[in-house]
């Protein structure tokens, strides 16, 4: 147990969950801020605006450096995209499989991902890359960081759609214990300051229908990365 110095609320380990509402959010605590539902009331602009970014720039299973295929279908869009890659992992202005620049990031992204981070703390959060992940059943993201951005003064914003996951969220190093989240479609996890690399994961997708997004998941993973 850890007592925050501020409240004097007790919680069960020091990177506690900050459910929006219950607690104040704060931006040093070690811990995600999850909004629930957050997303919700623009899922039709953020769905509209997928399909032709995934159109211009298909998802893939990239390869790490260790040479396994990623479980998880990715693309990007924004000025830069996340790549993985034989030689490391990096962030790059074109996409590796077509020779072009990443679809531009849609308004209703960076939008939501602007307000969500405002909501946690965050003031000014202006995201110059989206991940896109797209998890089928089985699939998984292995514990990491986020430590490809330059800039680690601004948060991490991910957006939760279609199949439920969960979410682990550990501490700074690959030992500490992990918190264990279900992010349900629409819910939106913003985490840094203190937080900011924390290694986090998502246990394999269970089978299931999602109204809206079928047998799948798919995550919107916002970062400063320049
Ligand atoms: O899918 C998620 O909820 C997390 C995604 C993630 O951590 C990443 O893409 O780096
Ligand atoms: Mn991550």
Redesign the pocket.
């Known amino acids: 147990m850890t007592r925050d110095r501020r409240t004097g609320e007790e919680s069960p380990t020091a990177f506690g969950v900050e459910e929006a509402g219950r607690r104040r959010p704060s931006r040093s605590a070690r811990a995600p801020t999850v909004l629930r539902a957050f997303a919700l009331d623009v899922e039709d602009d953020l769905l509209a605006a997928l399909e032709p970014v995934l159109a211009q720039s298909p998802l893939r299973h990239m390869v790490t450096p260790g040479g396994f295929r990623m479980s998880v279908a990715m693309t990007n869009c924004g000025a830069v995209g996340w790549v993985a890659n034989r030689s490391g992992y990096s962030y790059s202005p074109i996409d590796p499989t077509c020779g072009r620049a990443w679809p531009a990031m849609p308004v209703a992204f960076a939008g939501l991902a602007t307000r969500a981070a405002a909501r946690a703390g965050y003031r000014g959060f202006a995201p110059d890359a989206c991940l896109i992940n797209r998890y089928d059943p089985g699939s998984k993201l292995s514990l ?1 960081q ?1 430590k490809d951005e330059r800039d680690l003064a601004a948060p991490i914003v991910s957006v939760s759609l279609g199949l439920p996951a969960i979410f682990l969220f550990g501490g700074l190093t690959r030992r500490d214990p992990q918190q264990r989240l279900c992010l349900v479609h629409g819910d939106v996890v913003v985490w840094g300051g203190l937080a900011r690399l924390a290694y ?1 994961g998502v246990a394999p997708l269970k089978i299931g229908h999602h109204p809206r997004l079928g047998g799948h998941r798919v995550n919107l ?1 916002f970062r400063k990365a320049l």
């Open positions: 990491h986020d986090h993973t």
